[in-house]
């Protein structure tokens, strides 16, 4: 059995992780509105509030299910979200797998937050959720991304054509996966 996962907050280092909530939305609103951010996401760039609202929604409402757990990131330090990162998606009963995914304001890109972070969100998967996979779906083209998951022991499993559609067309999506130790 799982723990509630609306409920689960992470430290990871320097960086607290709480679940999404929506007390978030402004500074989901700024993270999202950012074209580079959102550049090989599956949603356009934000222009309003009530769109960054759906965000949360959407999050706790995975969370509230056990579907699936969305953290905000802040410096232990700040209480501002500067990117989110946890799993998209959980399959607990047929596969044991969980689909990470991330997110970061540009500014704090190349600075090794995600580095930092991913260790301890992996962990969280393999011996909190226990899971035995996990899997990280990456728009090609996002070259950064595909770069982070291999130094995290991703490997590329493959390349599924037109595999997701948004922003008026289709795309093409690599498959990362991470087995437990």
Not at 112 to 141: D, K, Q, W
Request: charged residues 25%; glycine residues 10%.
């Amino acid at each position: 059995m799982i723990p509630p996962l609306e409920r689960q907050a992470l430290t990871a280092g320097p960086y607290r992780l709480t679940p999404l909530a929506q007390g978030d939305a402004r500074d989901l609103l700024a993270l999202f509105s950012d074209p580079a951010v959102a550049e090989f996401m599956d949603i356009n760039p934000l222009v309003n509030f009530s769109e960054a609202r759906e965000i949360v929604d959407w999050a706790r409402d995975m969370a509230a299910g056990n579907r699936g757990l969305r953290w905000a990131i802040r410096r232990a330090d700040d209480p501002r979200l500067i990117g989110t990162v946890g799993f998209n998606s959980l399959e607990l009963e047929r596969g044991r797998r969980g689909e990470v995914a991330y997110d970061l304001e540009r500014a704090h890109w190349g600075r090794g937050v995600m580095s930092e972070i991913l260790p301890y969100v992996m962990a969280f998967g393999f011996e909190t959720l226990g899971l035995h996979r996990l899997e990280a779906m990456v728009t090609v083209g996002n070259i950064r991304s595909c770069k982070l998951l291999e130094r995290q022991g991703f490997t590329l499993e493959g390349r599924l054509r037109d595999h997701a559609y948004w922003k008026g067309r289709f795309w093409d999506q690599l498959i990362y996966g991470r087995l437990a130790d």
